[in-house]
Structures are given as C-alpha cells and as structure tokens.
T-cell receptor, first 116, second 114 residues
C-alpha cells in the first residue's frame, strides 16, 4: 500500500523568503509519480509540479521546485520568493504508474501562511 | 479559471431532497473522478470513470449515484443524504486513468445537508 506523510500541519513564512514543505512517502512499487497540489481557501485544487520515480533531475516549475531524494523517500516542495498569494493548503500525493485504476493517495496537507 | 467546470458552486438541501452535481471538461480527457473533502482534510476518492465506464467505486453509499452521459460530462446524483455528507465535492479529470498525467480539478461544490 502507498502512503504519504506530511508532518508539518502549518508553516509560516515572510514574503520573499523561500520555504520548504516536507513530504515523505512509502511504496513498494518501482514506478510511481509524486504530485503537489495547492488548495486556496476558495476550494479549487491547483496542480503545481510532478516528479516521476525514474526522473533523473529534480522537477522545477517557475518558483516551485521539488527536492526529490529517492533513497530517503522524500519529495519536498520548495517555494522560492514567497508571495501573499501562496497562502493556502498544500497536498503531496503519490500514484502507482504500473497498475491501471490506481488513484492518487494524498497526504494530510500543510497549511502555508505568508505574511508581509 | 479552471478547465473543469462544476455546478452549482453551493448547494443546501434537506435530507429528503434529490439533487445533482454536474461536472464538465473539454480537454478531451478520458478519465473523470469524484472526490469528497471535509474541512482541513485531504480529498477522498469516491468514483472513477474511464472511457465513460465506472471503473472504481470506493464503497460509496448508494445515496450517491454517479453518471457519465458522455466523455465530457460527469454527474453525481444525490438522494436521502445525511448531515455527515456535508462537504466539498470535487470533480477532476485526467488524460487517462493510467500514467503520469496530473488530475485537473474543478472549483468544487460546497454541499450542506440540513
């Protein structure tokens, strides 16, 4: 079975600072994908970034980067130069890429608060 | 604006009412999903449709009835709901059920059961 652990219920950061949101995972599948989503208070889940288990390089998307450490089974999200609009709940999720029909497994989430 | 459109955005209904939630996407995605999310919790998968056929039902009570009339539309029919069914209901779609393509979510419907 797959599992995602996000140990930080809440994180606080000032504008323009970088912040790291932790995510560790557990899976026995050799081929898997890791996803990060942002959910503002309005409710929509916004896809941020993806990392495949066989990807050699860490994924980056604008101000978002993923610090993927496969041996440690961690996939931390790094947000550079935080903005007030980054305040939201962030979910890490894992998906088995080998089996049909498997769903996204989400962690409990981390609430990020950015202050001016 | 998201590319997955959900209506209505808010719904208040009594326990004896029948209502439907609607979800539409025009990205050509062949997999569509319903999730239930309680406040400050992660989304919980309810149903998965792949090529308009139900492929996963996560032991959801029969008072929730999904329907996929065509590849762009996904409905969730509600009947005789309980107060504990009050939640945010999220629809998502992806290119297909397998693979590494991300799921794209709608804004959700906030459902309150009186």
């Amino acid at each position: 079975a797959q599992k995602i652990t996000q140990t930080q219920p809440g994180m606080f950061v000032q504008e323009k600072e970088a912040v790291t949101l932790d995510c560790t995972y557990d899976t026995s599948d050799p081929s898997y994908g890791l996803f990060w989503y942002k959910q503002p208070s309005s409710g929509e889940m916004i896809f941020l970034i993806y990392q495949g288990s066989y990807d050699q390089q860490n994924a980056t998307e604008g101000r978002y980067s993923l610090n993927f450490q496969k041996a440690r089974k961690s996939a931390n999200l790094v947000i550079s130069a935080s903005q007030l609009g980054d305040s939201a709940m962030y979910f890490c999720a894992i998906k088995d890429l080998n089996q049909a029909g498997t769903a996204l497994i989400f962690g409990k989430g981390t609430t990020l608060s950015v202050s001016s | 604006d998201t590319e997955v459109t959900q209506t209505p955005k808010h719904l208040v209904m009594g326990m004896t009412n029948k209502k439907s939630l609607k979800c539409e996407q025009h990205m050509g995605h062949r997999a569509m999903y319903w999730y239930k999310q309680k406040a400050k919790k992660p989304p919980e998968l309810m149903f998965v449709y792949s090529y308009e056929k139900l492929s996963i039902n996560e032991s959801v009570p029969s008072r929730f009835s999904p329907e996929c009339p065509n590849s762009s539309l996904l409905n969730l029919h509600l009947h005789a709901l309980q107060p504990e069914d009050s939640a945010l209901y999220l629809c998502a779609s992806s290119q297909d059920r397998e693979g590494n393509q991300p799921q794209h979510f709608g804004d959700g419907t906030r459902l309150s059961i009186l």
